[in-house]
């Protein structure tokens, strides 16, 4: 794996901040146009250095070409392209009608930006997760400031160049570094962070941003189900399930974590997963590990931390059903199945980040319902099922931060939804017009007429006539 990148100076980060802030306030003022074309020359960087953001992910996990392509580039560029088409009516003023009590005046919402942003990415998508939220960021008319993940630092350094031969560096500056560039960074009163990455390291965020009163958009992770009812379409369940857990070779915020599935369809659908994984990474029979399709886990400690999991799944009674390879060489998990998983075993305890899914059979969606809702919120939940009375009862039931029905991870691709989580899975909501939001002011703005004198009705002194104006107000308009 390439050497991490060196962390950042403090003195470099010291003098940051104030360059940016200084440059935020001409942003402020710039127009759509002035907006969208910074975004388009982020598009068009992009577009010209495409191999080398394959090259890097490839470099820093063995991501495939075509993988990157769809989970890395398109991603980016539908996100900026969405903005640019998009940015002149989000930016305009939005009226808000108004009530009887206060008939006379005019009244709109404004949209400006926050100031100086923090954007803290991780190294699972370590491009799209950095550069969609920069979009949203500068589609708002915001600074920034992006911190890459030292555990992709092939990606890091990209990042960094892109940012050198696209922005103004009083615009967007990055830092690279580990965990000690990432403290003194929190250390600086930004007007907002977004975070991408384990709730643990959220409480650590949203504690350095409250030193300065920052708002934050945390986006975290979980255990996402995929519930299997008995009238799944099992052949269809089983592919978008084997593709929504081995992309990125599982190390996906909103991959499947556990699926549970009906007690009558359980044999059937794993047999139907064996044959879409023989399909999909070992059509050749060579074995998945030979696959040019399948990425490999990050870095040897979360290998390590994957087959402890495996291990410890197997050691307290559960049955490998499917795969179970582990290779430490090349940081290689096998696609697996586990059944007869105990339920304290950390495949069923903790965020699993890797291409293990542990299946737990119910027998009724109460049953199914229960299960999820003794654990934290989770990021995504997904639904399988053609019963729409099925679909309706684990949607009402349920809370997550979203959801999909006879898919997953696709709504995380759908500009016009909002994304995020709910609880312990995140705070605040990101891509288009929500990732706009989430770095905007919403200025609530009343205009009065000069010598109105509807309000004047109640100022003092309070007379017995302006007592029964009040009354009248109370009666008929509260």
């Known amino acids: 794996?390439?050497?991490?990148?060196?962390?950042?100076?403090?003195?470099?980060?010291?003098?940051?901040?104030?360059?940016?802030?200084?440059?935020?306030?001409?942003?402020?003022?710039?127009?759509?146009?002035?907006?969208?074309?910074?975004?388009?020359?982020?598009?068009?960087?992009?577009?010209?250095?495409?191999?080398?953001?394959?090259?890097?992910?490839?470099?820093?996990?063995?991501?495939?070409?075509?993988?990157?392509?769809?989970?890395?580039?398109?991603?980016?560029?539908?996100?900026?392209?969405?903005?640019?088409?998009?940015?002149?009516?989000?930016?305009?003023?939005?009226?808000?009608?108004?009530?009887?009590?206060?008939?006379?005046?005019?009244?709109?919402?404004?949209?400006?930006?926050?100031?100086?942003?923090?954007?803290?990415?991780?190294?699972?998508?370590?491009?799209?997760?950095?550069?969609?939220?920069?979009a949203s960021a500068l589609a708002a008319g915001n600074c920034c400031v992006l911190k890459p993940s030292e555990l992709t630092p092939a990606v890091s350094a990209l990042l960094a160049r892109l940012v050198r031969e696209v922005f103004d560096p009083a615009e967007v500056v990055v830092v690279?570094?580990?965990?000690?560039?990432?403290?003194?960074?929190?250390?600086?009163?930004?007007?907002?962070?977004?975070?991408?990455?384990?709730?643990?390291?959220?409480?650590?965020?949203?504690?350095?941003?409250?030193?300065?009163?920052?708002?934050?958009?945390?986006?975290?992770?979980?255990?996402?189900?995929?519930?299997?009812?008995?009238?799944?379409?099992?052949?269809?369940?089983?592919?978008?399930?084997?593709?929504?857990?081995?992309?990125?070779?599982?190390?996906?915020?909103?991959?499947?974590?556990?699926?549970?599935?009906h007690e009558s369809v359980q044999a059937p659908l794993i047999e139907e997963i064996r044959g879409v994984l023989r399909r999909f990474y070992d059509a050749e029979g060579a074995g998945v590990a030979a696959s040019s399709s399948f990425a490999r886990i990050v870095n040897g400690q979360h290998f390590q931390r994957l087959a402890g999991l495996l291990e410890d799944a197997q050691r307290r009674g559960a049955t490998v059903a499917l795969g179970g390879g582990v290779d430490q060489s090349q940081c290689f998990i096998e696609p697996t199945v586990l059944t007869d998983v105990a339920p304290d075993s950390g495949v069923l305890q903790e965020e699993i980040f890797g291409p293990l899914l542990p299946v737990v059979p119910f027998r009724t969606l109460q049953e199914a319902a229960d299960f999820v809702n003794a654990r934290p919120r989770p990021l995504a939940l997904y639904v399988?099922?053609?019963?729409?009375?099925?679909?309706?009862?684990?949607?009402?039931?349920?809370?997550?931060?979203?959801?999909?029905?006879?898919?997953?991870?696709?709504?995380?691709?759908?500009?016009?939804?909002?994304?995020?989580?709910?609880?312990?899975s995140g705070i605040g909501r990101a891509h288009g017009h929500y990732g706009f939001l989430a770095f905007s002011n919403e200025k609530a703005v009343l205009r009065q007429r000069v010598g109105q004198t509807g309000i004047k009705l109640f100022y003092p002194p309070y007379t017995p006539k302006v007592q029964r104006v009040v009354d009248l107000l109370l009666k008929y308009l509260g």
């Open 176 to 261: 690279e570094g580990g965990k000690d560039a990432a403290t003194a960074l929190l250390a600086q009163p930004f007007d907002h962070i977004f975070f991408t990455g384990s709730p643990q390291v959220g409480k650590v965020v949203m504690r350095a941003a409250a030193e300065h009163l920052a708002s934050v958009t945390l986006e975290l992770g979980g255990k996402s189900p995929a519930i299997v009812d008995a009238t799944a379409d099992l052949r269809d369940a089983a592919e978008k399930l084997v593709w929504g857990k081995c992309v990125n070779a599982g190390q996906t915020c909103v991959a499947p974590d556990y699926l549970l599935v």
């Open 384 to 424: 399988f099922a053609r019963s729409p009375e099925a679909q309706r009862y684990v949607l009402g039931r349920v809370p997550a931060g979203g959801a999909c029905l006879n898919d997953t991870i696709i709504h995380l691709g759908h500009l016009e939804l909002p994304f995020g989580g709910a609880g312990n």
């Open 1 to 134: 794996m390439p050497t991490p990148a060196p962390a950042a100076d403090a003195p470099d980060l010291a003098a940051l901040l104030p360059r940016l802030r200084a440059r935020s306030e001409a942003l402020r003022r710039e127009s759509a146009a002035e907006r969208a074309g910074r975004l388009q020359r982020l598009h068009q960087w992009i577009s010209q250095n495409r191999a080398a953001v394959q090259q890097a992910l490839h470099q820093d996990f063995g991501k495939p070409a075509t993988e990157t392509d769809v989970t890395e580039l398109y991603a980016t560029q539908a996100e900026i392209r969405h903005a640019i088409r998009h940015l002149k009516r989000w930016m305009a003023p939005k009226r808000v009608s108004t009530p009887l009590a206060l008939l006379g005046t005019t009244s709109w919402v404004q949209y400006e930006p926050k100031g100086v942003a923090l954007i803290m990415a991780p190294w699972n998508y370590p491009f799209y997760l950095a550069v969609g939220p920069l």
